[in-house]
């Protein structure tokens, strides 16, 4: 017997419900995209400033299922808190010296990175490297000097700041793809590509307000000539939240 005919034999509101339970099927079946490392959860302004949503991320978090970290896996997450916060440290510390919006609309965005590899670390319960410590301040002595060094670069004009900017997000993207090669984990690939995605598009930015304010074109310093092209070529990537 067909569905169709079943529905025929049965009484007329047991009908319609049975209707309506099946439509309710079919949408939640449509509308529930699965959670991977894809997954957008950034906001992203005009200018390209690009957040993290604390909260989209904690929703695709709990949908995805956490293994066992390699040693590998958790250095890189112990890295990346604190690289997130070397360019949340030095665009705030450039702020302060040039009064330049741009450094303290990608400081506030940055604060959400290193928030959200934070995240990771609550989720992993890793010892968190960058607790306690102030503005400039490291556990890992290779990003303690050079945080010293792109501020002291940064320090010497206003073109040298937004260059500065400029290396720090092109260091960002080259260590993401770094981690994400050195990973299979869905929760930690999701991070880092949201984490590109923004250094990406704050990229674009400085290298924008560069030639816009100071009239001088960047040249990469770390990406090969290609992958720079291949980025500041194309407009800002949207995001997927609000604001996006």
């Avoid at 503005?135 to 073109?159: C, H, K, M, R, W």
């Avoid at 100071?214 to 000539?225: D, F, I, K």
Wanted: hydrophobic share 40%; glycine share 6%.
């Amino acid at each position: 017997m067909n569905t169709l005919t079943l529905l025929r034999k049965l009484p007329l509101g047991i009908t319609l419900m049975l209707i309506m339970f099946m439509l309710v099927s079919c949408d939640t079946e449509t509308d529930t995209a699965p959670i991977t490392s894809d997954t957008d959860v950034t906001n992203v302004d005009e200018s390209g400033n690009t957040t993290i949503d604390q909260d989209a991320l904690s929703d695709a978090l709990n949908q995805i299922p956490t293994g066992e970290l390699s040693v590998v896996e958790a250095e890189g997450i112990l890295y990346m808190r604190e690289e997130e916060k070397l360019a949340w440290d030095v665009y705030l510390t450039l702020y302060e010296k040039w009064q330049t919006a741009i450094f303290q609309n990608i400081a506030n965005s940055e604060k959400t990175h290193t928030d959200a590899v934070k995240t990771l670390i609550d989720r992993y319960v890793l010892e968190d490297p960058a607790a306690g410590k102030g503005i400039g301040v490291f556990t890992n002595p290779t990003l303690q000097n050079l945080y010293d060094q792109l501020v002291e670069e940064g320090n010497q004009s206003l073109a040298s700041a937004l260059s500065v900017g400029a290396a720090i997000e092109e260091i960002d993207i080259l260590d993401l793809e770094e981690r994400i090669a050195q990973t299979d984990k869905e929760d930690i690939k999701m991070v880092y590509e949201n984490l590109m995605k923004g250094s990406r598009n704050h990229l674009r930015s400085f290298v924008s307000t560069l030639k816009k304010q100071v009239g001088e074109t960047y040249q990469p310093q770390y990406l090969s000539q290609a992958a720079y092209d291949a980025i500041v070529s194309t407009p800002i990537e949207k995001g997927n939240g609000v604001g996006k």
